[in-house]
């Protein structure tokens, strides 16, 4: 049964980008009514100079996010309720046939939109192996600030049988009061220590951290020399990105600023040096397209002038 969908408007921009194997991404946003829930979703395309890197569908998994992050876009949402697979799957195939996704090499699409995969693991995971089935060029990426063993286990498991491009954990501080006051929704406390254990167990070849730079958070030489402490002992099965924190409605009136591009670039000097794959991701252009942000918020502030 097809789900009550509308486009209510496309956004589009092209920008540049400080990251690993690319440098520029043209953005299509779009903003979509599904079943009344006003929802966002993106495809992008990756270029490095002017040679295409790869196609990229990002999809929302909820209406809202439970975790309320401080510095996110999605935290003003609400009431929160989840997309079932069925309104998911709606979503993707919308853009995955206007673009005709069909003719790339492959697709990456990345479960991270609005939504957290702590809660909604389970409609994550049968829309993925159900798209899997019926696609034959997807792979596929997850984050979540909440990666408890249940979690982990349960990627581990979609890993037999799909290609992942990454499984994305968010770093915020080794600090359990610094991630409490950040994510007062947090169900739960999983410590760096934690984290890392579950990763030098695991089966799945390399997890991405994604180290969230925050100004007066986790910016500081001890901030990283004891990100280095616990990590360390999977440095080989791990790639840390460094990001920028974009700004919202919401970092600015909880007043949560990113930490600075130099020192991300520092902290990636210090992470080579004790032996971590590391890189810097940041958005050379506030367009409200970037990770965190929502394209509405634009569209408001514009019709607010």
Known sequence: MRQKMKILNEFHNTKQYLSKYWNNQKTTKYLIDINDKIIEAGYFIHY???????????????????????????SAITPVN???????????????????????NYVLVTMTGIGE???????VKEFILTINENYNNLRFATS??????????????????????????????????????????????????????????????????????????????????????????????????????NATNASRSNQVESGSLDKAKDFCVHLEKAGFTSYVFHAFLDDKMNCGQLVSEQRVAASTC
């Open 144 to 245: 979540s600030c909440c990666m408890d063993s249940m979690l982990f286990s349960m990627l581990e498991e979609i890993d037999k049988q799909v290609v992942f491009d990454n499984i994305q954990i968010t770093h915020l501080s080794t600090d359990t009061d610094k991630v409490k006051f950040l994510v007062p929704g947090i169900p739960k406390i999983v410590t760096a220590s934690d984290i890392s254990k579950l990763i030098y167990a695991s089966e799945v070849s390399v997890t991405r951290i994604n180290y969230l730079l925050i100004k007066d958070i986790n910016d500081s030489i001890d901030d990283i020399d004891d990100f280095i402490k616990y990590y360390l002992p999977v440095k080989d099965k791990i790639v840390i990105k460094i990001s920028t924190l």
């Open 117 to 123: 995969l702590y809660y909604t693991n389970k409609n």
């Open 48 to 74: 490095l100079g002017d040679e295409v890197v790869r196609h990229i569908v990002e999809l929302s998994t909820s209406y809202g996010c439970s975790m309320k992050c401080k510095f996110c876009a999605s």
């Open 82 to 104: 989840k997309l079932s697979v069925a309104e998911i799957r709606e979503v993707f195939d919308y853009i995955y046939l206007k673009n005709d996704l069909s003719t790339c």
